[in-house]
């Protein structure tokens, strides 16, 4: 279960989230009476002050009252009209989501990194953190994020003006403007529709993704490193590289097919398109405001001849061009001055020494200044250059003495007649003179007058940081334009060295400019801006986030059974594990193609074979890693494998040149409890094959990664179960990997609303890149405890196991629970939200299994219930303790905290959960022979409360997380009146289907209980 701020709560200032809270329901109640009037006005407050009585009755342990008042609020809610229930739905909705941005924006921020760093890295080596410290965050296109992207950006511009309005310098006229913003944006909110109207796009959900790396990320990582590195030069002595950091983003969006049809290999290519075509237009714009920034003239020896080669290359075409075009014209411009015999360049492309900001042309100063060269002929001599808007007039002088602050050395530049000057390396061969096109040429607009109208007027000395960002800057247009003519499916005639390709490439004139600035005294510049991008392109790379391609292992296997079957050598599938793992390593080994190119397949099976070829046209470059769902055994990895092999070999062949990079890491993604207790062996299996372990150190820095996964795990066997075994898992893959001489890494999938809500803001992006940057330290520098006693392991298998076999007996034995399911919760009603490009169901037949995961929680939270969470712990734990080992628990909580972690987590679930709510729905919705099921899951979460409590020894929940518990209680004012509307409007619409009014009121409370609850699935 994911949670977007419940399981990481921390201490906040409820006089200042009360004050904020308090402020904007106020300009949400002037927003209802100027567009609902105050007749509706008057009708949400009687609701929610029967809600919030009703809630304090029952906190007070007045459970009479409670109960009255509850009974008087569903009456209130069940006569109400449709066209009342709407907007109030959307009233509480908004009120919560509110509620919701006061409370992520006075989270209490604690620093950390550097307690973190303190405890212990002051013997580390910079080498050694950096091999133990590698974090990646996966970006998951798991449907969970239930808001609109219009509807988060307004709750974004919300949070910066509270944040605005904290500030102790505005004055009177400052505090009215920003509480008259404020009005707009809670209008502009109340009138948009919050509905999505459409299921997005695989492509849709990958540019939302995207744009959380602009939103956010772009301006947090920079921020993020460079406290990462003072923290460790206080505590080492030794700051972080500039070009390394300790965190990686990744993504699934657009990669992610398991059990998505929409998602095809023509999806993937696009999606690693756009991501290459967004970085390229964020560096661009880094690039235009370094050009302005870096002014000054001193540079090293080094960076001042990579800014002349730059200019002796563009002279070169140039002058290539030009007398191309007089011949074809027979005519001389007549700005032109014409220096016999004359060596120098006298044309170089406009902007490649002028910051791409110039201020506004009808300010009156069109023509700005441009710088005057003093450039070497021979030794000894130097002619004083004016650049020009578009020309450079080289002029005769005396002798001079040697430019000290450019560091210069004579250079060799060939003239129009001489033989081509060699191509320094990094350089377009071919210029802004060619490709152009119409939107390029727009860039610019001021270009055109400066070339009719140069400047004649003295020049201070050129700036070669700006020649050497000018060439970036032309190359990063042409890295643009070249996305967009890939995505347009025309023919891209660019060369390979006019854009960039690699992350290496981009990061070496920026690299040699950092260098100069450090070595000419302007280490504070050098520590700036130029830094800040540095750093960002070594973390985001030319892709900003590289793709993961996910598929099923059945699918391989459906593939492998196509190919043999044509071939005549059998069914792939019908074979055993030995006779699998011998035909295919026979076939990685060699080197002949397996598949023959007049194959004829099914579309599903040519699906996979072109999602191969994509991966293989992409390469490592842009993408990240194979993985492997509901993997199994060791010929699913060895499958992959070899589909990759023969997909390079086919585009190798049809284009002609390599696949660029290597081949993607396959890693295997084991998820139910089966799989998780057999994924040693299988990796030991895996690693025992020598061609394997030979290609992961040849191709992959000997590293294996593997997945475990917890949300089909929990709902294969219940929560305890799914913890327990994936704690086992993960202590076998480690050793296995280990006895091999294999390293391994950690990489975290966030999901939906987990994305926003973590990630959404700057401040909150720094804390959570914290956050997993220390817990991966810690855990490597000081790693958890094993259990003290080897019987706390028996304890945790005793409780695994009734707890498993008590979930299984209700929710895949009992016949009656999938009917109870589908009447108690809106899960059939969730497909119509439209959140993600997913089906909801693996297959359209089936009961509770092949319901995702993801559905499957989002449904029981939406009741109140949180079933998943917590059924079958309570029978595991109570009969532990019926056995006498009530104090041993108490120690395992004390001690060890893997079983502390999971205890709490159930607890706060539990203190999320609400009895009467749940019961509620059960009375209206449930026929009546599957009401004593309902009270048998109810008594059952009793039965979990009052052990938990046992066992952690807290009189209430969330005993140990008073800032949870309040946050909650402050929530069901607005909370428990929209639960009342939806099972009034569920019942409406299960007797009236089609009604379009009902179907939405319903996804609207929807809406309003996932931000209440603060998560989905």
């Not at 714009?285 to 002014?295: A, K, P």
Request: proline content about 5%; aromatic content about 6%.
């Amino acid at each position: 279960m994911t949670d977007t701020t419940d399981d990481i709560a921390e201490e906040i200032s409820f006089q200042a989230y009360d004050d904020d809270c308090h402020l904007l329901g106020n300009l949400l109640n002037d927003c209802l009476m100027r567009e609902v009037g105050p007749d509706f006005t008057e009708k949400v407050d009687r609701v929610r002050l029967l809600a919030q009585s009703e809630c304090n009755m029952r906190l007070a342990g007045v459970t009479d009252a409670a109960d009255y008042l509850s009974t008087q609020l569903e009456k209130e809610v069940s006569t109400m009209e449709l066209e009342d229930a709407v907007p109030l739905a959307r009233t509480f909705s908004h009120y919560l989501n509110l509620m919701g941005i006061a409370e992520t924006h006075h989270r209490y921020h604690l620093l950390i990194t550097r307690t973190a760093i303190r405890c212990g890295v002051d013997n580390v080596s910079n080498q050694n953190l950096r091999s133990v410290q590698e974090v990646g965050i996966v970006l998951t296109a798991h449907p969970t994020q239930i808001n609109r992207r219009t509807i988060q950006y307004k709750f974004l511009r919300i949070a910066h003006l509270l944040e605005r309005n904290d500030r102790t310098d505005l004055t009177h006229e400052d505090k009215d403007l920003l509480i008259e913003d404020l009005v707009r944006e809670i209008t502009s909110l109340w009138q948009t529709d919050e509905l999505r109207r459409r299921k997005p796009t695989p492509v849709d959900e990958a540019r939302g993704g995207l744009h959380i790396v602009e939103q956010s990320l772009w301006k947090a990582v920079p921020h993020y490193l460079r406290r990462v590195s003072n923290a460790l030069k206080k505590h080492t002595g030794r700051s972080l590289p500039l070009t390394s950091t300790p965190i990686k983003f990744g993504s699934w969006m657009g990669g992610d097919r398991d059990g998505n049809p929409n998602v095809t290999a023509k999806v993937t290519r696009d999606v690693s398109y756009l991501a290459r075509w967004i970085a390229a237009d964020l560096y661009l714009r880094e690039v235009d405001g370094l050009r302005f920034e870096l002014s000054m003239s001193t540079c090293s020896d080094k960076l001042a001849q990579f800014a002349y080669n730059i200019l002796a290359h563009e002279q070169q075409v140039h002058d290539d061009h030009h007398v191309s075009w007089f011949n074809q014209r027979q005519k001389k411009h007549s700005d032109h001055v014409d220096i016999p015999g004359h060596p120098l360049p006298y044309h170089i492309p406009f902007g490649a020494d002028v910051p791409g900001f110039t201020g506004n042309a009808n300010d009156g100063e069109a023509d700005l200044e441009m710088p005057l060269l003093e450039l070497p002929l021979t030794d000894g001599e130097y002619r004083t250059a004016d650049i020009m808007g578009y020309g450079l007039i080289a002029k005769a002088t005396p002798s001079l003495p040697k430019a000290e602050g450019l560091g210069l050395q004579p250079l060799k530049i060939s003239s129009p007649h001489s033989s081509t000057p060699t191509t320094p390396k990094g350089l377009a061969k071919s210029g802004s003179f060619k490709k152009k096109s119409s939107s390029e040429s727009n860039l610019n607009k001021s270009s055109v007058d400066r070339l009719l109208h140069p400047s004649l007027s003295g020049r201070p000395d050129i700036a070669p940081y700006r020649i050497v960002l000018g060439h970036v800057r032309e190359k990063l247009v042409n890295t643009r334009r070249r996305m967009e003519m890939l995505l347009e499916g025309l023919t891209c005639d660019f060369e390979q060295d006019e854009y960039y390709e690699s992350t290496e490439d981009l990061l070496e004139p920026l690299l040699l400019c950092h260098e100069s600035m450090e070595t000419t005294g302007s280490e504070v510049l050098a520590d700036g801006r130029i830094a800040d991008l540095i750093r960002r392109i070594s973390t985001f790379g030319m892709t900003l986030m590289k793709l993961d391609v996910r598929q099923e292992s059945d699918k391989h296997t459906e593939t492998l059974d196509a190919i043999t079957e044509y071939l005549g050598m059998g069914t792939y599938s019908e074979w055993d594990e030995e006779r699998k793992i011998r035909f295919l390593t026979q076939e990685l080994r060699g080197k002949r193609p397996l598949v023959p190119p007049s194959i004829e397949v099914t579309p599903e099976v040519q699906e996979v074979l072109n999602t191969f070829r994509v991966a293989a046209e992409l390469g490592s470059q842009s993408l990240e890693a194979y993985i492997i769902s509901m993997a199994s055994e060791a010929s699913d990895v060895l499958a992959v494998e070899l589909l990759q092999k023969e997909a390079r070999l086919v585009v190798a062949g049809e284009l002609g040149r390599p696949c660029p990079g290597t081949t993607l890491r396959v890693v295997p993604l084991f998820e139910t409890v089966k799989d998780l207790r057999d994924a040693g062996t299988v990796i030991r299996k895996l690693l025992g094959i020598d061609w394997y372990r030979e290609h992961l150190i040849a191709n992959h820095n000997g590293h294996q990664e593997v997945m475990l996964g917890y949300s089909d795990s929990g709902k294969d066997a219940g929560r305890f179960t799914a913890a327990w075994e994936l704690y086992k898992a993960q202590e076998d893959v480690v050793k296995a990997c280990q006895e091999f001489g294999i390293k391994g890494s950690l990489r975290v999938t966030e999901q939906g609303e987990m994305v926003q809500a973590k990630f959404g803001l700057a401040q909150t992006s720094v804390r959570q890149l914290e956050i997993y940057t220390t817990a991966v330290l810690l855990a490597t520098l000081h790693p958890p405890d094993p259990p003290r006693s080897p019987n706390w392991r028996n304890v945790m298998e005793h409780i695994s196991e009734v707890s498993c076999q008590n979930y299984r007996n209700i929710v895949f034995h009992n016949e009656q629970f999938l009917q109870y399911f589908h009447e108690a919760t809106p899960e059939a009603e969730l497909g119509n939200l439209n959140i993600g490009s997913r089906p909801t169901r693996r297959k359209k037949t089936g009961g509770v299994q092949q319901l995702r995961a993801i559905p499957w929680i989002f449904a029981w939270t939406q009741t109140r219930l949180t079933l998943p969470a917590w059924l079958g712990v309570g029978a595991g734990l109570d009969a532990v303790i019926a056995k006498g080992d009530r104090d041993e628990l108490q120690a395992m909580y004390r001690e060890w905290p893997f079983f502390q972690s999971t205890i709490d987590l159930i607890e706060m679930v539990l203190a999320k959960a609400d009895i009467p709510i749940a019961k509620h729905y059960d009375e209206v919705l449930v026929s009546p022979e599957r009401q004593q099921l309902g009270a048998e899951i109810r008594e059952a979460f009793h039965t979990t409360e009052k052990c938990v409590l046992e066992v952690s020894g807290h009189h209430k929940l969330s005993e140990n997380n008073k800032t949870l518990r309040r946050l909650i209680e402050s929530r069901l004012a607005y909370l428990n009146p929209i639960n009342m509307l939806q099972v009034e409007i569920l019942r409406r619409l299960r007797q009236d289907e089609n009604n379009p009014k009902l179907r939405d009121a319903l996804l609207i409370t929807i809406n309003g209980i996932a931000a209440g609850m603060r998560n989905t699935g």
